[in-house]
């Protein structure tokens, strides 16, 4: 069992985090090699948070990234969501699919109270403190 978060995700983390304390439009070159990888890879994990309006992306000589005020509102839930995808609470700790509602799986009621307490910490942790 592996409960870790992607590159991606912690990618997307450091980048929301330089961008705010920069408090100015930083060049995608720039920032991709402050946070050690690529501009083609950061444009991919920077493109959901574009659409959430955390970040915003200007093109050209004068462009880069710069992160909304908004960004002191997103807890870590919402950025791996964003990032990752809302998780399958349906899904099975042990099995493929969901638990069957008649034959339940034995870790069922122990990962589903896990699987809350986490959801609600991960929930109350803002990326900007």
């Known amino acids: 069992m592996r409960l870790e978060l992607t590159s991606r995700t912690d990618l997307a983390l450091r980048a929301l985090r330089s961008l705010h304390d920069a408090g100015t439009r930083v060049k995608r070159a720039q920032l991709a090699t402050e946070l050690g990888t ?3 890879f950061l444009a991919r994990v ?4 574009v659409r959430k309006n955390w970040v915003t992306s200007e093109t050209g ?15 870590v839930f ?13 899904r099975c700790v042990l099995r493929e ?19 809350k307490a986490l959801t609600a910490e991960l929930q109350a942790t803002f990326i900007i403190h």
């Open 38 to 40: 690529t501009p083609d």
């Open 46 to 49: 920077m493109a959901p948070l």
């Open 61 to 75: 000589p004068s462009g880069g990234y710069a992160s909304d005020d908004s960004v002191t509102d997103v807890s």
């Open 78 to 90: 919402d950025l791996v969501a964003t990032v990752e995808g809302v998780p399958d609470e349906s």
């Open 97 to 115: 699919g969901p638990c069957d509602a008649d034959e339940r799986c034995a870790l069922h009621d122990a990962w589903t109270r896990a699987r």
